[in-house]
């Protein structure tokens, strides 16, 4: 496809290429095209920026859609080595483009995966076009940030017009972090939580006995103790499943070989029994051997390519920087050294998102999750260096950086172990080392990842284990990966029995960086002013930056220094006497700002805070049934979060049982897939500002 220079005006969509699709595939989703209201809206974002620019500077129509069959041919002739290096030099060129797009407009994304693995998938779609009679014709990803390879593949197939992909990540693109089947044209499955795919890729073998089945991996999935299982299963049955992993060495918090030595991709993939060999992943001769040669073994099979992580890029070739979305000072000498002079100049739009609100209530914007790194490095420098080491093991899940628990690797490296993508077995690891009575394991990673560590949970709470966590990226907010990256869960983690043997489970979710300091403060030490922390504790906090919550005055900080946090109590944020609405977390202070609109329009509704989220408070709960309405409004699931519970607690309170009026109670909370973005998903769940208004006048008959 050409790209038209004026925004694609005017632009038809081509014939569908049907060579990647397979049985999963929805046909029902319209192709994208820019003659549509949805390209028109996104362009309206950018408020003209984009007029006289050519916005897709590149000429998908020259992808040579060459055809080689890997049984008859023993070696690639000089055209099919021309021809597929320059196919991968086009779709390396546009990975960069526009994964650097969602960098200049703040919706981040990741290149370097995609962009190493450009090779192989060149090579296995010449393979599927030459033979579509021995593949089931998908590139599964295991590594589903690896999305940009899916999006340009369904762009040089015809489902997305080009010109979309400047708009990665974007907030109602349909292109968000990770695949999602039934979102995006073109896309034939969904992926994005690592080593979750190559169990259904074998099922899919299964279920297609007569076909090849390519599962792209990567030495960070290779991590997940999934994988261990997986490939137990697809040896055992013989199952012809091929396996090309991109190993580079690189992981989001530095080299797996310094970090975690002894581990070999093709060790471990030989020591479950498959047939594995290296290959050169940028001699693209050697690799079409080692592809060929996995592609002649009879069931499973892998390829580990060696490559550098971004080759070719400098500044980010060999650096976990190209785990990311490639920043634009990196983007542009490459684009330039490959004559993309329009490429560049569309990368230096003002593109930069944000949320067009001005919230009422509050103050300066901060990280609670990175508050809460800081405040555990504090503690533990309160302390003896001998108990701290003889008491204390942090253990992280290659997420250091973002948890911000590497401030703590820097402090005291000695009682850090900074581990890989190993949740259960890290997870567990912490809770060992807290069976002792005075000890405590650390732990954190994203809170979509607690679903996969229930089970250990279950069994450190058996084990009278004392671990805290720190569950970053909870909910919704800021979150462009997308729904497979959603902590909506979070409440599995209190999965026990009410009794539990003076070991508690307490979940806490604070508002903003003064409360998540105080929380960590009181709930870290496994004593504080005689009062014991024993057991397991999970503080949560959002991805997105939340602001300051103030007091009445507007001035005066709501969590400030006089304030302490007492744990399973809740918070009167703002007094009313038309009813309360229930929040904790990111949801606060969208909801001050609904209060604090509606309390000028003569509604006086008040607004609770609940940082704890599974105790109740006998008193407060009283106040809200007597009340005429409660409304919980949160980042959680709607089928699993605080609402879920909240209205079971309200008929158990003392007026309830003696056949008092219990007042009207409704819920918001996370209820659809993600719609993709940052700050856009509040909205997208309904709730933001203005909805949470007019649920509270619906819910009062003043709609």
């Known amino acids: 496809m050409t790209a038209s220079s004026e925004n694609g005006a005017g632009a038809t969509a081509p014939a569908i290429d049907p060579i990647h699709q397979s049985f999963c595939h929805d046909a029902s989703i319209p192709p994208m095209t820019t003659d549509s209201t949805h390209y028109s809206a996104l362009r309206e974002s950018l408020h003209g920026a984009d007029d006289e620019l050519n916005v897709f500077p590149f000429d998908l129509s020259s992808y040579r859609k060459i055809s080689i069959d890997p049984f008859s041919t023993e070696a690639l002739s000089e055209s099919q080595l021309s021809d597929v290096k320059h196919n991968i030099d086009l779709c390396r060129d546009v990975i960069v483009f526009f994964t650097s797009c969602g960098s200049a407009s703040g919706y981040g994304g990741h290149t370097g995966g995609a962009y190493d693995t450009v090779p192989e998938v060149v090579l296995f779609d010449a393979f599927f076009r030459a033979r579509p009679d021995k593949f089931v014709p998908v590139f ?15 762009a040089l197939d015809g489902y997305i017009a080009p010109e979309f992909l400047r708009f990665y990540r974007k907030g109602g693109s349909k292109l968000p972090g990770h695949p999602e089947l039934g979102l995006t044209p073109g896309v034939q499955f969904s992926s994005g939580r690592l080593g979750h795919m190559w169990g259904t890729v074998n099922g899919i073998a299964m279920a297609n006995p007569d076909k090849i089945v390519l599962m792209l991996g990567s030495d960070g999935s290779e991590m997940e103790g999934n994988n261990a299982e997986a490939a137990r299963l697809a040896v055992a049955r013989g199952l012809n499943v091929k396996l090309v992993l991109d190993d580079n060495d690189i992981t989001i918090t530095g080299h797996p070989a310094e970090y975690l030595p002894g581990f070999s991709v093709e060790k471990t993939l030989e020591g479950h029994g498959l047939k594995t060999r290296n290959a050169k992943g940028e001699d693209v001769a050697d690799l079409y051997a080692a592809c060929r040669a996995m592609l002649r073994v009879d069931g499973p099979a892998a390829v580990v390519c060696k490559r550098s992580m971004a080759p070719g890029i400098d500044g980010v070739e060999g650096t976990s920087q190209g785990h990311d979305a490639v920043a634009v000072k990196s983007a542009v000498p490459y684009l330039e050294s490959k004559g993309r002079k329009d490429a560049v100049k569309y ?14 209530g509050v103050g300066a914007y901060d990280a609670m999750r990175k508050t809460v790194g800081q405040t555990v490095v504090d503690v533990l420098g309160q302390m003896d260096a001998a108990k701290r080491k003889e008491t ?11 948890t911000n628990f590497n401030k703590i690797q820097a402090a005291y490296p000695e009682i850090y172990v900074q581990s890989g993508v190993m949740e259960r077995g890290n997870f567990a690891a912490a809770a060992g080392f807290g069976m002792h009575p005075s000890k405590q394991g650390v732990f954190s990673t994203f809170a979509a990842f607690l679903e996969m560590c229930c089970s250990e949970i279950t069994m450190a709470r058996l084990n009278r284990s004392n671990v805290f966590c720190h569950f970053s990226h909870s909910g919704v907010d800021d979150m462009a990966d997308n729904t497979c990256h959603f902590g909506l869960n979070n409440l599995f983690a209190d999965n026990g029995v009410e009794e539990e043997g003076g070991y508690k489970t307490m979940l806490y979710f604070p508002a903003d960086v003064r409360q998540a300091a105080a929380v960590v403060k009181r709930t870290f030490p496994l004593e504080v002013d005689g009062a014991s922390n024993k057991g397991m504790r999970f503080v949560f906090t959002t991805r997105s ?8 005055d507007g ?20 007094e009313g006497t038309a009813g309360y609405i229930v929040s904790f977390g990111d949801a606060l202070y969208r909801c001050l700002d609904a209060v604090t609109a509606l309390k000028s329009q003569g ?27 409660c409304l919980v409004v949160e980042c959680l699931g709607h089928k699993t979060g605080l609402g879920s519970k909240f209205g079971s607690w309200l008929l158990e309170t003392d007026r309830a049982q003696k056949g008092g009026d219990v007042c009207k109670f409704s819920r918001i909370a996370t209820h659809k897939e993600g719609g993709g973005g940052l700050w856009e998903q509040a909205y997208h769940q309904g709730y933001d500002s203005e909805s949470v208004q007019g649920r509270v006048k619906s819910m009062l008959g003043k709609e």
Request: aromatic share 6%; glycine share 6%; charged share 30%.
């Open 392 to 402: 204390v093991m942090v253990i992280d899940s290659d997420l250091g950086g973002s």
């Open 555 to 574: 001035k005066t900080e709501l969590y400030g220094d006089d304030y302490n946090f007492v744990p399973g109590k809740d918070e009167i944020v703002r």
């Open 347 to 360: 990368l230096e739009l003002p593109t930069k998102t944000k949320d067009p609100k001005t919230y009422e």
């Open 545 to 552: 930056k939340t602001p300051l919550l103030l007091k009445d």
């Open 603 to 629: 509604i006086d509704v008040g607004l609770i805070n609940k940082p704890t989220l599974n105790v109740v408070d006998t008193d407060t709960m009283e106040k809200i049934a007597a009340s005429p309405l």
């Open 140 to 154: 599964y990803d295991e590594a589903g940030h690896r999305v940009a390879t899916q999006y340009l593949m369904s």
